[in-house]
C-alpha cells in the first residue's frame, strides 16, 4: 500500500512571501489531517478534515492559514503571509476512520522562513 | 484539556542497555494511548498502541502498559540497539491526537 504522499520535501522562503504544501492521503482514508512540528516540540494538529469537511480547525491561525480537501482525496495547506515563527515541519497523516486506529504520516515538508 | 508529559531528554545510553522512556497524561475518560517514533530525516511511524486500561501495546521489543491508576504509559525496552536512535513520541486519542514534546533517545555502540 503506497503510504502519505507530501510534496515539497523543502521549501524556503522569504517573511511575508506565500507558500503551499501538498498531500495525497491513502487510498480510501476518509480522515486526513494537517500537523505543525516546531523543532524541539511535539506535533500540533492544524486542522482535520473528514471528506472534504473541516472537522477540527480550532487551532488553525486563519488569518494567516488555509486548507482546502477538494473531492474528500487531496489536500492543499497554505500560508500567506508566512512569518519567521511559521518554520517548522508540516505534516499531513491519514486514517480510515476515528481516532483509534493509527494514523499515518507523510515524511513532511520542511519550511524555513528568513 | 489533553495534555501528554514525557521525561525529560536527550536519553543517551549503551547497546544493550535497559530503556524506559516515561509518559504520562491529563484526558477525560479514557483515551487510546500511542507511542510514535521518528527517525533522522523521516516521518512519524507508529510503534505500539493501547485501547484500554492494563492493555499491554509491543512491536520491535518496545512494550507500554496503559495504566489508568497512575494516569501513565511508560515505554520500556530491555536491550537497545543503535539503530533504536531516534525521536520517541507519547500521544493521546481524546478529542484529537495529541502528542508530548518527544524524548530524543541516542544508543551508542
Known amino acids: 500500500e503506497a503510504g502519505v504522499a507530501q510534496s515539497p520535501r523543502y521549501k524556503i522562503i522569504e517573511k511575508r512571501q506565500s507558500v503551499a504544501f501538498w498531500c495525497n492521503p491513502i487510498s480510501g482514508h476518509a480522515t486526513l489531517y494537517w500537523y505543525q512540528q516546531i523543532l524541539g516540540q511535539g506535533p500540533k494538529l492544524l486542522i482535520q478534515?473528514?471528506?472534504?469537511?473541516?472537522?477540527?480547525d480550532s487551532q488553525l491561525p486563519k488569518d494567516r492559514f488555509s486548507a482546502e480537501r477538494l473531492k474528500g482525496v487531496d489536500s492543499t495547506l497554505k500560508i500567506q503571509p508566512a512569518k519567521l515563527e511559521d518554520s517548522a515541519v508540516y505534516l499531513c497523516?491519514?486514517?480510515?476512520?476515528?481516532?483509534?486506529?493509527?494514523?499515518?504520516f507523510g515524511s513532511g515538508t520542511r519550511l524555513t522562513v528568513v | 484539556g489533553d495534555s501528554v508529559t514525557q521525561m525529560e531528554g536527550p536519553v543517551t545510553l549503551s547497546e544493550e542497555a535497559f530503556l524506559t522512556i516515561n509518559c504520562t497524561y491529563t484526558a477525560t475518560g479514557y483515551p487510546s494511548l500511542f507511542w510514535y517514533v521518528q527517525y533522522p530525516g523521516e516521518g512519524l511511524q507508529l510503534l505500539l498502541k493501547a485501547t484500554k486500561a492494563d492493555d499491554k501495546g509491543s512491536n520491535k521489543g518496545f512494550e507500554a502498559t496503559y495504566r489508568k491508576e497512575t494516569t501513565s504509559f511508560h515505554l520500556e525496552k530491555g536491550s537497545v540497539q543503535v539503530s533504536d536512535s531516534a525521536v520517541y513520541f507519547c500521544?493521546?486519542?481524546?478529542?484529537?491526537?495529541?502528542f508530548g514534546e518527544g524524548t530524543q533517545l541516542t544508543v551508542n555502540p
Open positions: 497523516a491519514s486514517t480510515p476512520g476515528g481516532f483509534d486506529y493509527g494514523y499515518t
Open positions: 478534515f473528514q471528506n472534504n469537511g473541516v472537522v477540527d
Open positions: 500521544a493521546l486519542a481524546g478529542s484529537r491526537l495529541t
